[in-house]
């Protein structure tokens, strides 16, 4: 079955940087796309970061395009979230998304925390 699980959050102080991985198995990963999502306490569900197959065309959130860097290694099954420059607003859990036939796949999230 599909899985999809996250990692690599954890408490940071501002200005500081995570590199968040999501380690994708059940289905063939290079031929989907993929994206980052965040939900803040209270707040909706977001649109981080996504990325194309093939290509690897790559599309951001306002809140974070030069900050952050979505990108995937199809060998290791693997898409990745460099975030730099971080926000007390970056605060949320993370997760990462694929959609298969039309159905969405989430992962567990990690919890990325930006406080001094």
């Known amino acids: 079955q599909v899985q999809l699980v996250e990692s690599g959050g954890g408490l940071v102080q501002p200005g500081g940087s995570l590199r968040l991985s999501c380690v994708a198995s059940g289905f063939t990963f290079s031929i989907y796309g993929m994206s980052w999502h965040r939900q803040a306490a209270g707040n909706e569900r977001e649109l981080v970061a996504s990325i194309t197959s093939g290509t690897g065309n790559t599309n951001y959130a306002d809140s974070v395009k030069g900050r952050f860097t979505i990108s995937r290694d199809n060998a290791k099954n693997t898409l990745y979230l460099q975030m730099n420059s971080l926000k007390p607003e970056d605060t949320a859990v993370y997760y990462c998304?694929?959609?298969?036939?039309?159905?969405?796949?989430w992962g567990q999230g990690t919890q990325v925390t930006v406080s001094s």
């Open positions: 998304k694929t959609k298969i036939w039309g159905r969405n796949y």
